[in-house]
């Protein structure tokens, strides 16, 4: 199968999008799902609150050495496609391939699935019947707010850019007051700090403590989104660093402060394997009727999210169909609106499709399919930089290589202790990839073939 040479030059894609507008996909595409969701499990599986915290600061540094090094990616190659990018001038094609289609399935359509689900959770506070799985509710709504945006989307990606600036506003706006409120005026208590709760997870702590990595990845994801928008961002070489490391620290800040007022208003005991953590916190801190104005809050931050995966998630997929490494109906560009129309309406559908799946095991398949491509990305780096003219960022050449070479340190520990303890949702993912690599051999085969008969 051809590949053309890096840097990709499209007339189609209009380079629209200023450092304002690329901080906020980064920040509403990490705010959403995990921070309002994860707490439960960690409470199961940790049951301290300070290895809880200490696990979401280490999530913290990952994600910011993380976007440090797609930085250092991104400026290099500006092209829209983030990984597929990279792993194709690292390792080949097939590396680039795969990537792609892993994005499209864990990167995008399963997290964009898991948030709108946490939607439906969230919004249950006003609408009880959306807790009745067996009907379906909650799969229903969630395919709904895909739907909206998905259309949404089509119609052009500075309308949706204006709709996610308010939408990150809001969020960042719910979070900070619910913050400041409850350390203020809040009924919580210092002790839930000192008081474990009982351990469900019957390994080690150590081994739970990589384990709940692969949680908090999934809540720290989306710190590499502007890259997947690179060839609509402008003057990329200063856009690109400032939006992704501006973008995750301000996430990282807020994480660590939002889990520790969820912590203060609620015992971890309590707090075990709920869902809607922060609906119940509130309720703790303030009572139960403004846990449910809460909910109300963190539904419309879940929208945020759900609105930026569905933006970014396309264009991954177009950069790669136009340069002939994915199904040439992704690199459809609707001439008056300048969108990847098929593309984006493919996602949607793949996404509605994954509401059907156990929350839980959800999380995990994106953790571990995404931790192992970002952990080959950031590898890539080794090998770029012995290149000739490779421009090098300089807070990843400081101590060279720290910054990179903790990264992959966590990230191999997450690999390894998620096919150890959690073996069905690492299968899954390894599925996932290994479906990747036959389909792009079995479209090569078939390209040859053609290319053969059209000698004969």
């Known amino acids: 199968m051809p590949h053309r040479p890096f840097p ?11 450092v304002t507008g690329a901080t906020a996909l980064v920040v509403s595409n990490m705010i959403g799902t995990g921070v309002f969701t994860a707490g439960g499990y960690l409470a199961s599986h940790l049951g301290d609150a300070r290895i ?8 913290a540094i990952c994600a910011l050495f993380g976007s440090f090094c797609y930085s250092e990616l991104g400026v290099n190659f500006p092209a829209s496609g983030s990984e597929y990018v990279y792993l194709t001038r690292a390792y080949g094609p097939t590396w680039g391939f795969m990537s792609g289609w892993v994005s499209f399935f864990a990167g995008f359509s399963a997290p964009i699935a898991a948030a709108a689900l946490a939607f439906a959770d969230y919004l249950s506070a006003f609408f009880p019947a959306l807790r009745d799985a ?9 395919a709904g707010v895909i739907a909206l945006f998905t259309l949404l989307n089509c119609y052009g990606i500075r309308r949706a850019a204006s709709i996610q600036k308010v939408l990150t506003g809001a969020s960042l706006a719910v979070i900070v007051a ?4 409850g350390f203020i005026s809040g009924a919580g208590t210092w002790s839930n700090f000192t008081t474990p709760a009982v351990r469900t997870s019957p390994v080690s702590i150590g081994a739970s403590f990589f384990i709940s990595l692969l949680f908090i990845y999934v809540s720290y994801s989306g710190w590499n989104a502007a890259t997947y928008v690179a060839e609509e961002v402008q003057q990329p070489s200063r856009t690109l660093p400032v939006a992704l490391t501006l973008g995750t620290a301000i996430v990282a800040t807020l994480y660590i402060a939002l889990n520790a007022v969820f912590i203060y208003g609620t015992p971890l005991e309590s707090m075990k394997g709920v869902i809607a953590v922060g609906s119940l916190a509130a309720s703790s801190l303030f009572g139960p009727n403004v846990g449910r104005v809460f909910s109300l809050l963190v539904a419309i931050a879940l929208v945020s999210t759900v609105s930026a995966m569905v ?11 136009k340069n002939g490494a994915f199904f040439s109906i992704a690199a459809k560009v609707d001439d008056r609106r300048h969108t990847p129309v098929v593309a984006i309406l493919c996602q949607g559908i793949c996404a509605m499709l994954m509401t059907v799946m156990p929350f839980g095991q959800l999380f995990l398949y994106i953790g571990f399919t995404l931790n192992f491509f970002a952990v080959l990305s ?3 780096l080794f090998v770029f930089r012995r290149r ?3 421009h090098k960022l300089r807070v990843v050449s400081f101590a060279f290589p720290l910054v990179p070479a903790f990264f992959i340190l ?9 096919i150890v303890q959690q073996p069905l949702p690492s299968l899954a993912g390894a599925l996932t990839v290994a479906a990747g690599a036959i389909t792009y051999h079995l479209r090569s085969r078939a390209h040859d073939n053609e290319t053969a008969l059209g000698r004969v």
């Open 8 to 18: 990709l030059k499209h007339p189609n894609l209009i380079r629209q999008l200023d």
């Open 52 to 59: 809880i915290l200490l696990a979401w600061l280490v999530g």
């Open 134 to 142: 067996s009907h379906g509710a909650p799969q229903s709504v969630a």
């Open 178 to 181: 619910f913050i400041v409120a």
């Open 311 to 321: 933006t970014i998630g396309p264009r991954l997929y177009y950069a790669m169909a």
């Open 378 to 380: 950031v590898i890539s």
């Open 388 to 390: 000739q003219g490779w």
């Open 410 to 418: 966590v990230g191999v520990s997450m690999t390894i202790w998620g």
